[in-house]
């Protein structure tokens, strides 16, 4: 707990600098420090300046050696907050003099104090500042401008935010009103470095593995905002440069959750490749990819031929050659066996309750196991379990993921309108809509509200549930009634997928695993597994895909024993565990299912 304590104390500042719109707390008069017994006085005053100004300040850190850091929240962009800007520094300066405090307590100064080192020091000093200076750096090479011969603090050719700034934004496909649009999201990116971090939490695998500006967080989103107010070229947001840059991110969402202003690198990325596809085409790799939930089902009596590509020597490396399917990864195994909507058990007047399953398609066609055992744990806790049929026809339901993911959300969207018919009448009688597949599942609270924003998706985003999450739910309400014995193993060891780390839905994995007797669970501390979809089976991308598995997954899985289960809810997930470290991981449901005491 204490550590969580001292993470929002580190995340303070930026949480608060994660307000959205143009107004922003601007860094110009934080570092003033006065004496304890005058800073009273002076926060009182200063907050009368900023009211004469027509703002208010953001207040953070060290009121107890009276350095208070105080932001106004301006409009950089603004002319008229820019003069604003400099006439509360000219008076809060005068301010700190009056108290004979320091207007540079901790951070240093810059461009943006530097002018006014002369009323603060004495001329005597700030020539003092000059000499040496020049005596250490004759040619003005280093850091010039700072310090000493500093151009004026509101000379916004230094700006980011420069007087010509504008953002031209094409018609986008997701909603981002809540940024006031997407050059709003993009700008949401204060360059506070968050997402370098190298250990904790999972943000930023790409630049974790690579160690470059360019496939980090903060380096995709300068990237965007420079394109998308025209200082990269025409044609910049949707060019190929814009995809080498864009490429590496692998959509795990950690910076939704871990980037303290709430970056969502994920989401933009989505955007773009609308664009980039709509400009560029998709080639017949990606459609593949895209178009899964819509043949799968069909071609299910291929599947002893299909799985000839990884039985019979040179196909994997012809599928390199024609697809860019990497020859050094297998592919799932295609099954003749899909998931079958069960015989309702037990009949609806002995059922305490209904639940609906939505099965997805990895589930469906390739891990039938785990939809299997899913329903059969919801029956043994007493649930009647729905499986719901769309509404024209008999294709299974499709939560549009894998369009979402390749960038084609005209066709995303024809999958949630599809699905929202199909479920909607559950939701209006408050059936929990309940799935096992992260990745599709979080789409449901994501991806749809953004796609076909309304009181639908809104309704359908409130009651869905993650296996484990609803079983928790019962816990807690005291209504689950779920008897569970020991299993032969004795320790559960935990990777979560990415997505549930970002919705924070992780932990019930951990708290239901420990209603079975005996059972130690522990979590992984892991980054991204690296496969994050079809990334993986990319030829271009094996490498970077097993490298981040190398970050923590892999090496934390060497001395697996057989006392030891391995639990990954995601299908993905799974599929890394078992090619990289050569572990059939289980989800949850199916380790729930040995537990049943049935």
Sequence with gaps: FQSEIWEVRKAGLNIMMSMKGDGKPVSFIEDCAVRLEDLADYTDRLTQVFERYGTQGTWYAHASVGCLHVRPILNMKDGEDVKKMRAIAEEAFAMVREYKGSHSGEHGDGLVRSEFHEPMFGREITHAFERVKDAFDPDNRLNPGKIVRQPKMDDRSNFRFKPDYKAVVPATALDWSTWNGLAGAVEMCNNNGACRKAHD????????????????????????????????????????????????????????????????????????????????????????????????????????????????????????????????????????????????????????NEVVLLVDTFNGCFEKENADAAVSVLTAAGYRVHVPEALDGPRPLCCGRTFISNGLLDEAKSEIRR?????????????????????????????????????????????????????????????????????????????????????????????????????????????????????????????????????????????????????????SCRSQILHGAGHRALHVARVLQMALDS
């Design 201 to 352: 939490g999972s943000m930023c695998p790409s630049y974790r593995i690579t160690g470059e500006e360019q496939h980090l967080t903060r380096g995709r989103a300068n990237t965007l905002r420079l394109a998308l107010t025209g200082q990269l070229g025409e044609g910049a947001f949707t060019s190929e440069q814009m995809y080498d840059a864009m490429q590496l991110c692998v959509g795990c969402k950690a910076c939704k959750r871990e980037c303290p202003t709430g970056v969502d690198m994920a989401r933009m990325k989505t955007e773009f490749l609308y664009h980039y596809r709509s400009r560029h085409g998709l080639p017949l790799r990606e459609r593949l990819f895209a178009y899964l939930p819509r043949y799968a089902h069909k071609i299910k009596f291929l599947s002893p031929l299909l799985n000839l590509r990884d039985r019979i020597p040179g196909l994997p490396t012809l599928s390199e050659k024609l697809l860019g399917l990497s020859a050094r990864r297998t592919l799932p195994t295609w099954r003749t066996d899909h998931f079958r909507r069960p015989v309702q058990h037990p009949p609806a007047a002995a059922a305490k």
């Design 419 to 571: 699905t929202i018919a199909a479920l909607w009448p559950f939701v209006e009688r408050g059936v929990p809509v309940i799935g096992i597949e992260p990745s599709c599942l979080l789409t449901l609270r994501d991806e749809y509200q953004a796609l076909l924003p309304g009181e639908q998706s809104d309704g359908l985003a409130k009651n869905t549930w993650l296996l484990e999450e609803f079983l928790l739910s019962e816990m807690q309400a005291e209504r689950l009634d779920l008897a569970l014995r020991p299993l032969a193993q004795s320790r559960a060891l935990v990777h979560g997928h990415c997505h549930q780390k970002a919705f924070g839905a992780l932990t019930p994995v951990r708290q239901i695993l420990a209603l079975i007797p005996g059972l130690e669970v522990e979590m992984i501390d892991s980054s991204c597994c690296g496969m994050a979809g079809s990334f993986g089976f990319e030829a271009e991308h094996y490498d970077a895909s097993m490298a981040m598995a190398e970050l923590s997954l892999l090496p934390s899985l060497e001395k697996v024993d057989a006392d030891t289960l391995v639990v990954a809810d995601g299908t």
